[in-house]
T-cell receptor, first 113, second 108 residues
Framework: GAGVSQSPRYKVAKRGQDVALRCDPISGHVSLFWYQQALGQGPEFLTYFQNEAQLDKSGLPSDRFFAERPEGSVSTLKIQRTQQEDSAVYLC???????????FGDGTRLSIL | QKEVEQNSGPLSVPEGAIASLNCTYSDRGSQSFFWYRQYSGKSPELIMF????GDKEDGRFTAQLNKASQYVSLLIRDSQPSDSATYLCAVNTEKFYFGTGTSLTVIP
């Protein structure tokens, strides 16, 4: 596709449920990033892939968060046993390579009840 | 100290004026610098990127980088009401760090 595609756009889940958020990057982009954005804040880095390798996962807030990109294209961010503090917009971005501009998807707005 | 600092604003300028947005960063090893625009409820949209000291112009936008002072700025000439948004500064070191953004309002 022409841009980064994320799904679903909105997700409502009950506390304790597991959720999975999908990101389809721009074709050919090697690097893929996940961010969490709270209201009124800038995006906070979660994790980074180069092709299928997860090179940095230092921003994942707890072991309930897990990300994968098994074939070096589509990525999934999974949150297990969701908590209310997980409510945020989750942004995915891709770039052609290191130090190159990142292009963002529309994000997934996650609400935990 | 945060990796990237921006004045949160709000910054208000009249239509047609120059808007000046500023950003400082802490890591001298930072390699690349970006400005994103984010409308309310939307995702960040790339406006400018700059890698070398000096100015880079694109239409009404000019990015300025001073690595010695660890300072990046964005100038918007002939500001339009449609420029009203939050502007995010981002810096690429070993990771990609965003500032909290500066809210800009252009008054018709």
């Amino acid at each position: 596709g022409a841009g980064v595609s994320q799904s679903p756009r909105y997700k409502v889940a009950k506390r304790g449920q597991d959720v999975a958020l999908r990101c389809d990057p721009i074709s050919g982009h090697v690097s893929l990033f996940w961010y969490q954005q709270a209201l009124g804040q800038g995006p906070e880095f979660l994790t980074y892939f180069q092709n299928e390798a997860q090179l940095d996962k230092s921003g994942l807030p707890s072991d309930r968060f897990f990300a994968e990109r098994p074939e070096g294209s589509v990525s999934t961010l999974k949150i297990q046993r969701t908590q209310q503090e997980d409510s945020a917009v989750y942004l995915c971005a891709s770039s052609p390579g290191d130090y190159q501009p990142q292009h963002f998807g529309d994000g997934t707005r996650l609400s935990i009840l | 100290q945060k990796e990237v600092e921006q004045n949160s604003g709000p910054l208000s300028v009249p239509e047609g004026a120059i808007a000046s947005l500023n950003c400082t960063y802490s890591d001298r090893g930072s390699q690349s610098f970006f400005w994103y625009r984010q409308y309310s409820g939307k995702s960040p949209e790339l406006i400018m990127f700059i890698y070398s000291n000096g100015d880079k112009e694109d239409g009404r936008f000019t990015a300025q980088l001073n690595k010695a002072s660890q300072y990046v700025s964005l100038l918007i000439r002939d500001s339009q009401p449609s420029d009203s948004a939050t502007y995010l500064c981002a810096v690429n070191t070993e990771k990609f760090y965003f500032g909290t953004g500066t809210s800009l309002t252009v008054i018709p």
